[in-house]
């Protein structure tokens, strides 16, 4: 399955591999961050696409003394993000996760990313050891609308989702990989991107995601989807 990442499979899937969803990725983490009054001055991503999200980040004021620097097993993607270089951007095409790599971050950033990998265990596992704090983005793909209209197999195909996971089975998954979760909270990405993917069936289906959050947001993304889980670990 990692061959769609490295022959320009998914890159002629996405087109631009989900960049226009960056500065809105970049200021969810920036929101995790500041809340928990964290400071870090050397940031990786892995699986950092075309880079667009450490780009983001590196214009932000609250985050101006950062280093970051991006890794990606995708030739594609890599050639995509080295646009995006700075004096403190810097990406690289390589599996950080190697034996031959000793790097040690402040915090990794793994953005939409473990849903992706065959052994996500062993991919969670060893993130641990790349920081000193990691912040996941997992995407909510199993809920009770995506069961029955078997949403699944499209998205699998689509998007490379090969695990589909709940706000408690992402967390549990997390937990079980021997991270210390620190904080957590929902993301409403359907919601808050919807003037970047219209569509009339996209309007339809927000109107009572929005309703039933403000009764009840975890029952919510558990029943109607919609939503993704961002997360800060140790």
């Not at 909510?140 to 499209?154: Q, T, W």
């Not at 309007?203 to 989807?225: D, E, M, Q, Y």
Request: proline share 3%; glycine share 4%.
């Amino acid at each position: 399955m990692n061959a769609i990442y490295t022959n320009g499979q998914y890159l002629e899937s996405t087109r631009t591999w989900h960049s226009e969803d960056s500065p809105w990725k970049a200021a969810q983490i920036s929101k995790v961050i500041n809340r928990n009054q964290i400071q870090f001055f050397r940031i990786a991503e892995i699986g950092c696409g075309a880079g667009a999200v450490l780009e983001e980040l590196s214009k932000r004021e609250d985050l101006c003394q950062v280093r970051f620097k991006g890794y990606d097993i995708s030739p594609q993607a890599i050639e995509l993000a080295k646009q995006r270089e700075s004096t403190r951007v810097q990406f690289t095409c390589e599996d950080l996760l190697s034996k031959n790599n000793t790097e040690h971050f402040d915090a990794l950033l793994a953005i939409d990313v473990y849903e992706h990998v065959p052994d996500y265990m062993g991919f969670l596992s060893n993130c641990r050891m790349k920081a000193d704090y990691k912040i996941y983005h997992i995407p909510l793909d199993l809920h009770v609308s995506s069961v029955l209209r078997n949403a699944f197999i499209n998205n699998r195909y689509t998007l490379g989702h090969l695990h589909y996971f709940t706000a408690d089975s992402a967390i549990a998954t997390l937990k079980d990989t021997g991270h210390e979760i620190i904080d957590y909270f929902y993301t409403n990405a359907a919601n808050d991107l919807f003037k970047l993917h219209p569509s009339f069936k996209k309007a339809i289906a927000n109107v009572p995601r929005l309703l039933f959050s403000k009764i009840h947001l975890p029952i919510t993304a558990r029943v109607l989807g919609g939503y993704s889980l961002l997360v800060l670990t140790k």
